[in-house]
């Protein structure tokens, strides 16, 4: 079955620093999503890229498909972006996640 | 915006006992998914429905079952209850013809004893 790897497992930075969180998958997956968890538990949806380069505030999302690699760049960090960050792929309608990289930005 | 809602929000339950988790969501959308999170690790799919009166196997559906009675209801339904099935659980919606944005509830956290 279709493999998702997350690294790295956590990050503490300090805010204003970048971020680049790495996701590398098993197969040609159509459905690259990546998500964010709230510390609180609340789950949203942060991008579908399935391949090439979208942006929206400070976070940018690159997949690059045929390399079966996806990864979520957080620039000047702020403490609001503590979390953890799932990737998730689909060549069906059963999503299949990443074990996620818990983000930590110290004041 | 999407209106994800689950109940209860918590529960514990005793081994061997029959648990059911409810879903409701407001936005018409085709697909609904029910995921586990164990602490630390990522979502795991257990069932998911494309369509009312259908569900379908997601990766860990052994010890669960699923019923979609209708397009706005989906259910998590623990014949007997075990320890292993301690966890933090997740419903999702998503419409199939609108992007592949998933709307999520607030979590149900399940313990049992």
């Known amino acids: 079955g279709q493999q998702v790897q997350q690294s790295p497992a956590s990050l503490v930075l300090q805010e204003g620093e970048n971020a680049e969180l790495q996701c590398n998958f098993s197969s040609t997956a159509t459905r690259l999503q990546w998500f964010y968890q709230h510390p609180g538990g609340r789950l949203v949806s942060l991008f579908y890229n399935p391949s090439g380069t979208k942006h929206t505030g400070r976070l940018t999302s690159t997949t690059v498909t045929n390399e079966r690699r996806s990864s979520l760049h957080i620039s000047s960090s702020q403490t609001t972006d503590s979390g953890t960050y799932f990737c998730?792929?689909?060549?069906?309608?059963?999503?299949?996640f990443g074990a996620g990289t818990k983000l930590s930005v110290k004041p | 915006e999407a209106a994800v809602t689950q109940s209860p929000r918590s529960k514990v339950a005793v081994t061997g006992g029959k648990v059911t988790l409810s879903c409701h969501q407001t936005n018409n959308h085709d697909y609904m998914y029910w995921y586990r999170q164990d602490t630390g690790h990522g979502l795991r799919l257990i069932h998911y429905?494309?369509?009312?009166?259908?569900?379908e196997k997601g990766d860990i559906p052994d010890g669960y079952k699923a019923s979609r009675p209708s397009q706005e209801n989906f259910s998590l339904i623990l014949e007997l209850a075990s320890l292993s099935q301690t966890a933090v659980y997740f419903c999702?919606?998503?419409?199939?013809?609108?992007?592949?944005?998933?709307?999520f509830g607030p979590g149900t956290r399940l313990t049992v004893l």
């Open positions: 998730a792929i689909s060549n069906n309608n059963a999503p299949r």
């Open positions: 999702a919606s998503k419409d199939r013809d609108r992007g592949y944005e998933q709307y």
């Open positions: 429905s494309y369509v009312a009166d259908s569900t």
